[in-house]
């Protein structure tokens, strides 16, 4: 019994350990600013007719940056607006950019909303960018 | 063209025994004079929070992807919910009481529709009966206008040519460059008044045409039964009709768009039709088209009968703002000074609701042309004077001063005094500039492209002579243009900014229905798709992540048209999440902010006004999602909310159908893929 207890409370400290690992957010420096460049490149080619120059907003596509924007995302993940980019973004052919265009497409707006970069790039599997949450305020 | 055409369908039965009045919504607006109004009160204040969803429709699969932009309001007659949806824009029926799909049918147009203007699901459909024969009638995004029968979802046949009319033909005009690729569409329900159907016409955006030639957005009017074009209306006149010389040099011959892209509304009594006609070519730049341009940004009151024109009223000379009139022109029979006056409300981007006697086109209140800024743009022609009404008061911010800008600190409105430094700033009517690096790199305006009141428009209670309107109140567009490239246009200016190059701009609706090409996905992406450089240089028009304009961001105004007075004016939308827990603002006490955007529209009852917000949230009262409001309709308070998984994206509609009171809704955006959500009360003792 004894050392069942010790087993159980041994298991709970690693997961409690692994989901501190995995619980992360766009504050712990979730991508690098050489990615940020690289999706700046993409972001101009394939993202400003609609979105506006630095994703500000078009006539009718929303603004990427700012308050309207991030209370949209607040309490989903990097993944859920990855995913929402594979499936729509451009929206005349979503099959054009890659998943690394993608990703470094987020890590530009992720800059342009004041998230810190770090030392790590942005994953390109939506899996694991759904363990970063989105959150306006740190 | 090849045309693959699918119907599923399955019997409808549907019993009248329950019908009463006022329980059906026959047409987009709920009537034809667009009120989105309906007599109920079995969900009112005591009880409205309460509702629980009867049964959602997901959209997902009516098209080859998921749409985000799900924008319809259904229909409901004797029991059957029918709608636009899905990426293919499909018609569908579905069962009101349990959701359940009836039929659907979608048209695949090919090149076609992949070339069309506007596609997704559009906004509606129209439904018509003549006591026996009942049909739904949607245009495809291909513009082909579409008759199905009501019960089946089959195409009629003998309407048009198998049950389709196509609305490149027969236009008083060869749509160039050809009927496969030619530019014109319409995204709107088509309205069925006296056995006459209505389309008008959408084309791309405006701010960066590809010529200052283009096709003309004319108005048909087809017979119901047989498809057959009874009447068409110029909205740019032609040579020896009324207006063709306030074109001059010529212009009304090579100059397109003015179409009626938004809904339209009918006084069948009367036997009048007002049309809300958009910006002729060029948001930004008349240079091409010299003259006030009528019937651009005019309300136009036709005959149902012969397409004739009665009367009309500019709003705007010479368009410049990309105002359109963007909504539904609102029928409301008023008393003024103890006059009874059958009138037309019109909300508008600009934030202006003009208001006319809906016979006689005679302004119910004076509305004095007043003086505006001339631009200095080479080549522009500009209308000295607009026409601006003395009652009732603009709703909503349509100018930008100082006294608009963030103000929650003084350290804010000073950053933000700093960021428009070098944009030009003024009223309403402040013209667009020719954009300079040093300044002015644009006019900065509110109440132009996005309103304001954009296509959802108002909705109006009969009872109390009360116009109830949403308005986006910090949707800022900055203005500006750059002498265009040969390869992107042959006018001489469209919209761009200083160091950018000039790109082209596109909307939501291009390139984006089922019909557009997916290509297979190629290694390292195709890329180059449109050549490098950034499209408006308008970067860091947010203070510190906060909007750049002050609270309200939205609002919803009762305006009383008896009066021309606004009753009440309250903030819509709970306060954003990032404002709420913005660092910079801790400790302060923030009241509600309402939300930007600006498609929301409202619905009446017996008590209540209904609007769902247009942004998620996530607050101690509630999880992650968006509130459906209600506000107690005397006096604008909030009386009760129930939540959404995601904004409103289309206007709500209400039923009676079985004892039981419904509100339908089309929610999209962000993560969430389009979805109708139907609301009721639980049943007694659950």
Redesign the interface.
């Known amino acids: 019994m004894g050392r069942y207890r010790t087993w159980v409370s041994a298991a709970l400290v690693c997961a409690a350990a692994a989901l501190a690992q995995t619980s992360r957010s766009v504050w712990d420096g979730a991508f690098t600013e050489d990615q940020a460049r690289r999706g700046g490149s993409?972001a101009?080619?394939?993202c400003?007719?609609?979105h506006?120059?630095?994703l500000?907003?078009?006539?009718?596509?929303p603004?990427l940056?700012?308050?309207?924007f991030?209370?949209?995302?607040?309490?989903?993940t990097v993944g859920?607006?990855f995913?929402?980019i594979r499936?729509?973004m451009?929206?005349?052919?979503?099959?054009?950019?890659?998943r690394q265009?993608d990703a470094d497409v987020l890590a530009y707006i992720l800059s342009l909303?004041?998230f810190p970069a770090g030392k790590t790039e942005l994953s390109t599997q939506s899996e694991v960018l759904k363990q970063i949450k989105i959150e306006?305020?740190? | 063209m090849q045309l693959d055409r699918f119907a599923i369908g399955l019997a409808c039965v549907v019993s009248a025994a329950f019908a009463q009045p006022g329980a059906d919504w026959p047409t987009y607006g709920g009537d034809l004079a667009s009120s989105k109004y309906r007599p109920l009160d079995q969900i009112n204040a005591a009880n409205f929070s309460q509702l629980e969803i009867a049964w959602r429709f997901k959209t997902d699969n009516i098209g080859n992807r998921p749409e985000y932009k799900l924008e319809g309001t259904p229909l409901m007659v004797k029991g059957v919910v029918y709608a636009t949806a899905g990426s293919r824009r499909a018609a569908i029926a579905l069962d009101a009481a349990t959701g359940e799909l009836l039929w659907v049918h979608g048209e695949h147009e090919g090149e076609r529709g992949a070339a069309a203007p506007r596609q997704l699901s559009g906004r509606g459909l129209a439904y018509w009966s003549d006591g026996k024969e009942e049909r739904i009638l949607y245009v495809t995004p291909g513009y082909r206008l579409i008759a199905l029968d009501a019960k089946t979802g089959a195409l009629v046949s003998t309407f048009g040519q198998g049950g389709a009319v196509d609305l490149k033909l027969d236009d008083d005009q060869t749509i160039e460059p050809d009927l496969t690729t030619g530019e014109i569409g319409f995204q709107g329900a088509p309205v069925v008044a006296r056995d006459t159907v209505i389309v008008g016409a959408a084309f791309r955006e405006g701010m960066t045409p590809k010529s200052m030639r283009n096709n003309k957005g004319y108005v048909r009017g087809f017979d119901v039964r047989t498809g057959k074009r009874l009447w068409i209306f110029h909205t740019i006149p032609l040579k020896n009709e009324l207006g063709y010389d306030t074109w001059e040099n010529g212009s009304a011959e090579y100059t397109g768009n003015t179409g009626v892209w938004t809904q339209i509304s009918v006084d069948e009594q009367l036997g009048l039709v007002y049309l809300p006609v958009e910006s002729p070519t060029g948001d930004y730049y008349g240079g091409h088209r010299p003259g006030a341009n009528l019937f651009g940004e005019t309300l136009v009151c036709v005959d149902l009968k012969t397409g004739q024109r009665k009367w009309h009223f500019q709003l705007v000379h010479h368009p410049l703002w990309d105002m359109d009139i963007s909504s539904a022109p609102l029928l409301a029979d008023i008393t003024v000074n103890g006059r009874a006056i059958k009138a037309v409300a019109q909300p508008t981007k600009q934030g202006i609701l003009y208001v006319f006697d809906r016979v006689t086109g005679k302004p119910v209140w004076p509305i004095e042309e007043k003086k505006v800024e001339r631009g200095s743009v080479p080549g522009e022609w500009y209308s000295p004077t607009q026409p601006i009404p003395s009652k009732p008061p603009a709703y909503a911010r349509n100018g930008v001063s100082i006294d608009d800008l963030i103000d929650f600190t003084p350290a804010l409105r000073d950053q933000a005094r700093t960021q428009i430094a070098r944009y030009k700033i003024g009223p309403v009517f402040t013209p667009p500039v020719e954009s300079q690096a040093a300044g002015p790199i644009a006019t900065l305006t509110l109440g132009t492209a996005s309103g304001g009141t954009n296509w959802p428009g108002g909705s109006y209670d009969p009872e109390t002579h009360t116009v109830y309107v949403y308005a986006c109140n910090s949707c800022v567009t900055p203005i500006s243009l750059l002498p265009a490239p040969k390869d992107i246009s042959d006018m001489r200016y469209v919209a761009g900014a200083a160091g950018q190059p000039v790109r082209m701009r596109t909307g939501p609706g291009e390139n984006t229905g089922a019909d557009s090409p997916l290509p297979a996905r190629t290694p390292g992406g195709r890329g180059g798709a449109a050549a490098g450089g950034g499209g408006s240089g308008f970067g860091g028009l947010s203070v510190q992540g906060l909007p750049l304009i002050k609270p309200p961001y939205s609002t919803i105004s009762a305006i009383k048209l008896d009066t021309g007075e606004i009753a009440w004016q309250i903030p819509h939308g709970e306060t954003p999440d990032a404002i709420r827990n913005h660092a910079a603002l801790n400790g302060l006490a923030i009241p509600r902010t309402g939300q930007s955007g600006y498609n929301i529209g409202t619905l009446i009852t017996k008590t209540l006004l209904i609007a769902g917000d247009g942004q998620v949230t996530t607050t101690d009262a509630h999880p992650r999602g968006a509130m459906l409001r209600a506000y107690d309709k005397a006096s604008g308070k909030e009386v009760g909310s129930v939540w959404m998984p995601a904004p409103q994206s289309g206007s709500p509609m209400t039923y009676m159908w079985r004892g039981k009171q419904y509100i339908v809704i089309a929610v999209s955006g962000g993560a969430y893929s389009g979805e109708y959500i139907a609301f009721r009360l639980p049943d007694e003792g659950r």
């Open positions: 993409v101009e080619k394939e400003v007719n609609c506006g120059a630095a500000s907003g078009g006539e009718e596509a603004a940056e700012g308050a309207g991030l209370s949209n995302w607040n309490g989903l859920d607006l995913d929402r499936k729509s451009p929206q005349d052919d979503p099959t054009r950019l890659t265009q909303n004041r306006p305020a740190k």
